[in-house]
């Protein structure tokens, strides 16, 4: 019985292995191409925020939430402030320009 219980694992086990081997050399000519970030973030003291982003902030869309880490974001031609905030257990991030409008 245990030759048998064995040889039914050690049969399994090999056609697992074939299908898988097969699946492997379907992806032969499939191209990769990588795309890299272009956004360049610089961190910056909460206390360094341009008057506008700090006011946003303030603001009632923000009520109780706690800005923790900011970051001054150029993106291309865009630049953004990125900060994180929190509010007890929560926790999020928000994009805003240096007029302190919203960026999405």
């Known amino acids: 019985m245990k030759k048998l219980i064995l040889s039914a694992a ?3 086990f090999a056609g697992f292995s074939a299908v ?4 492997v050399n379907t992806m032969k000519n499939a191209a ?3 795309v890299q970030d272009s956004a360049v973030k610089t961190p910056i003291k ?4 341009p008057e506008a982003v700090a006011t ?3 603001s009632d869309a923000y009520k109780g939430w706690t800005p923790t880490e900011a970051w ?3 993106e291309g031609t865009k630049e953004y402030y990125q900060i994180n905030i929190k509010k007890e257990a929560e926790t999020g991030s928000v ?4 007029d ?3 960026v999405e």
């Not at 898988?20 to 699946?23: C, L, P, Q, R």
């Not at 909460?46 to 925020?49: A, F, I, R, T």
């Not at 994009?95 to 240096?98: A, N, S």
Request: no cysteine.
């Open 10 to 12: 050690f049969l399994a």
């Open 20 to 23: 898988k081997a097969s699946e």
């Open 32 to 34: 990769i191409v990588a």
């Open 46 to 49: 909460l206390e360094e925020l």
């Open 56 to 58: 946003t902030l303030k």
């Open 72 to 74: 001054s974001v150029k």
């Open 95 to 98: 994009k805003i320009d240096k």
């Open 100 to 102: 302190g409008k919203p």
